[in-house]
């Protein structure tokens, strides 16, 4: 069992606290859950501002909070990064819809000069059917802004991503997936909640991660990233797929196809800084193995070039079954190089006896060396399961990442989940990035 924490808790067991003398990553705040088996934090956005102090705020769900003991309808909270106290509440509506799977903050829609959010229930019913529902409210007046529903499909909301502004009204827009059959993606309007575009493919489980990516085609606008790990090759055995698609026109412009049934190639996607140099940012698709219940694959990850599809890197997670690459972000530049490095999570990953302790793995985008490992707690902690970068609580600059433990106890509650904000402290001279430190592990960078 993983090591329970209170509200008051200042530091894991593995990351010290921000508060004591050092270098390398500590931890800054910790936000605990709220909800016994809530599982806080299966997928949250970057923090901001949310109730107007400077600071960002975090929001996250715990789509298994149960209602009248039984029925899953989630629960989403908003924290202040500066104080850590509650800003808001919202309980979901939907018996069994999973509200607060998705949890993204966005610039304001609403008026008021602060962030809002956009709140995702895939399970919600609409018409008798678990379709989803996607609402986007805001965090100061708790009111709810705009609301869709999906009636042609089903999980509308089980990946989000910001779009950019794609039709030039001033706010940013969404790219929402729906990855059941038949799976598509919408481009959604951020103002209103209209769906402005719609992508459709016979790939099956099309949408089920989504990213928004650089200007590929060079019509002006961000393009879409999307994962369909159960899309089948050409002799019909589902090894996964990503593409990359004209957010204007939906055309593919690039398409990549995995090798292994049990590896689920693209089940999870994202967009990279610029790492060779060329003016585009690059993309990462994983192969995690969710497929692999024998725990015998560690999981894989590719990276290819923005500008060209060209693969520039594979690596291979460190142990069998830890499900490497069940989350890739974009973490900043962390070893002073001038280029972005990369976060890659392995939940899974065991310590010893320890199952399920999870470790997030930091690697040069330049170079492609490791530069650091972060563990969880201890046992059953799924550390590592959500990742996504956040600005220096304290305004110094610093790299810091947002870090979700999807597990986590909390007062002796197993199952709630945390999320802990780490922040990398530099040193004056080279070489100390983090709290473990190694050296190339493989030697399949191109």
């Known amino acids: 069992m993983c090591l329970a924490v209170g509200v008051a808790s200042a530091a894991s067991a593995s990351v010290p606290s921000c508060s004591a003398l050092g270098t390398g990553w500590c931890l800054a705040r910790r936000f605990p859950g709220l ?4 599982e806080l934090g299966f997928r949250f956005g970057e923090p901001l501002d949310m109730d107007g102090d400077g600071r960002a705020d975090v929001a996250v769900g715990a789509r298994f909070k149960r209602d009248q003991g039984k029925f899953e309808n989630g629960m989403v909270a908003v924290w202040s990064g500066a104080s850590g106290a509650l800003i808001r509440r919202w309980d979901g509506e939907w018996m069994d819809g999973f509200f607060g799977h998705w949890v993204l903050p966005m610039p304001d829609v609403s008026g008021d000069g602060l962030a809002d959010v956009v709140i995702a229930a895939p399970n919600a019913r ?6 989803g529902i996607v609402v986007a409210r805001s965090p100061k007046s708790g009111a709810e802004i705009w609301r869709l529903e ?3 499909g089903e999980n509308l909301g089980w990946d989000m991503a910001l779009a950019g502004d794609q039709n030039g009204d001033g706010h940013v827009d969404v790219f929402i997936g729906a990855p059941s059959e038949p799976g598509r993606v919408y481009l959604v309007s951020g103002k209103d909640g209209r769906v402005l575009r719609t992508y459709d493919s016979p790939a099956r489980a099309f949408g089920w991660f989504v990213a928004g990516l650089d200007d590929v085609d060079g ?11 159960y899309a089948a090759n050409g002799e019909g055995v589902r090894v996964g797929s990503a593409s990359v698609l004209s957010s204007a026109s939906g055309k593919e412009l690039r398409h990549w196809t995995g090798t292994d049934p049990l590896g689920a190639f693209g089940a999870v996607v994202a967009a ?9 940012r690059e993309i990462a698709v994983a192969a995690p193995a969710t497929e692999d219940q024998k725990r015998v694959l560690p999981g894989e990850l590719w990276i290819y070039s923005g500008a060209t599809g060209k693969e520039l890197r594979h690596w291979t997670g460190s142990q069998p079954g830890e499900l490497y690459g069940r989350l890739i972000v974009d973490a900043g530049d962390l070893d002073g190089d001038g280029v972005g490095d990369v976060a890659i999570g392995a939940p899974a990953y065991r310590r010893g006896d320890a199952d399920r302790v999870g470790r997030i793995e930091l690697r040069s985008g330049k170079r492609g060396t490791i530069l650091a490992e972060l563990q969880g707690d201890e046992a059953d902690c799924w550390f590592g399961w959500h990742i ?3 600005p220096d609580p304290d305004g110094r600059g610093r790299p810091a990442l947002l870090v979700s433990s999807l597990r986590h106890p909390v007062d002796g509650q197993r199952g709630v989940g945390l999320l802990d904000l780490l922040v990398l402290r530099r040193t004056s001279g080279a070489g100390d990035h983090g709290t473990i430190t190694r050296g190339m592990r493989r030697k399949d960078i191109k």
């Open 219 to 229: 019509d002006g606008r961000a393009d879409l990233l999307v994962g369909a790990p």
């Open 126 to 131: 609409v018409g008798g059917l678990s379709r």
């Open 272 to 280: 990279l800084a610029d790492l060779d140099g060329d003016g585009k």
């Open 388 to 390: 996504r970068r956040a």
């Open 150 to 152: 999906e009636r042609d």
């Open 35 to 38: 909800v016994p088996a809530g």
